[in-house]
């Protein structure tokens, strides 16, 4: 294992106001990287951008403002982190929301712009097409390794996806050349403002049930940074899921990583055609 050091590279970050992107945020910066994050909410990124330039007077942080399924908005901040940096290194999607009310938004935000930026990232970083190589993490979370989450299915539903994007990119015969590696971020439960829902509808648990959750094992926004950390660290983890959730009060991870080995689609189309006579 051998780490990625961050020091002085140029990171694009989305969703850095507040939650697990903050944290991460600080993180990179305490680390020495050079990170400029976008966030939709107008108020929060500029206090978070001064309160890092307070903390870190050295470093280099700046805030865009961009609503990421806006596909101009979203590669004219990738672009200025291009500009600022010489070249994006880490690029992290970790915008996200849920709202089952509202599920053609959270499809919009939490899978149409994460493939959008790390399609935007692969082009720039390709060291075939003369970039620098690099690492694209799509945040996804535990749900993506989990099936039949009733409570929120579009926002499970977007996670799977991630999942599904990030590895298969990740399997490229390519990927050599690409010089780029890919990871999935998979946390448990957060303490964050994603799960502090106020109405009904906005996922499938009623309210009253809501109130009296037990969140004695969530992660804090800063535990679940730890995962990024790990993943970033480890050189091998192309194509990783890293699983991060809390167990009485300790902190755990797990790095789940795609079988190569996968049996090709024609092998299972004729395992399936054997079964089907003995099952009619
Ligand atoms: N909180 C959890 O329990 C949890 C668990 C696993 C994974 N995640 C994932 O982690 C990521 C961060 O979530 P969080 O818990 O920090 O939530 P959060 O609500 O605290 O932060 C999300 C950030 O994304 C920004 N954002 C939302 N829509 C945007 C848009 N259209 N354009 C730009 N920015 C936008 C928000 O303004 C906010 O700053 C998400 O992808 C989420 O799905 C969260």
Redesign the pocket.
């Known amino acids: 294992m051998s780490k990625m050091d961050v020091k002085d590279k140029g990171i694009f970050l ?9 944290a991460v945020l600080e993180a990179l910066l305490a680390r020495g990287a050079k990170v400029l994050f ?4 107008k108020v ?1 990124g500029p206090e978070t951008e001064a309160e890092m330039r307070k903390q870190f007077p050295s470093g280099d942080v700046s805030f865009v403002p ?4 806006n596909a101009d908005q979203l590669k004219a901040a990738f672009t200025q982190a291009v500009t600022r940096f010489g070249a994006v290194e880490l690029c992290i999607n ?5 709202d089952e009310q509202n599920w053609e938004r959270v499809i ?3 899978q149409v ?1 994460q493939i959008r930026g790390s399609l935007m990232a692969l082009e720039h970083m390709r060291r075939d097409r003369g970039g620098r190589g690099g690492v694209i993490f799509n ?5 993506a390794v989990y099936y039949g989450v009733w409570e929120f299915p579009v ?1 499970t539903a977007t ?1 799977h996806a991630m999942a599904g994007f990030t590895t298969s990119w990740a399997n490229s015969p390519d990927s050599e050349a690409h010089g780029v590696r890919w990871g999935v ?11 502090a829902w106020e109405r009904d509808g906005q996922v499938y648990v009623k309210m009253d049930e809501v109130k009296a959750r037990d969140t004695t094992n ?2 804090t ?1 800063k535990e ?1 940074s730890y995962a990024f950390f790990t993943l970033l660290d480890d050189n091998d983890s192309n194509g990783g899921l890293m699983k991060i959730w809390k167990e009485n009060g300790q902190v755990f991870q797990e790095l789940l990583m795609m079988d190569k080995s996968t049996v090709p689609i024609t092998d299972l189309y004729a395992k399936y055609k054997k079964v089907q006579p003995a099952d009619q």
């Open positions: 989305t969703g850095g106001a507040v939650g697990i992107g903050r976008c966030d939709i909410d929060k961009c609503d990421v399924t970790n915008a996200g929301l849920m919009a935000v939490n712009a945040v996804a979370s535990i749900n926002y996670k971020i998979c946390p448990h439960a957060c303490l964050t403002a994603l799960n969530w992660l926004a679940a």
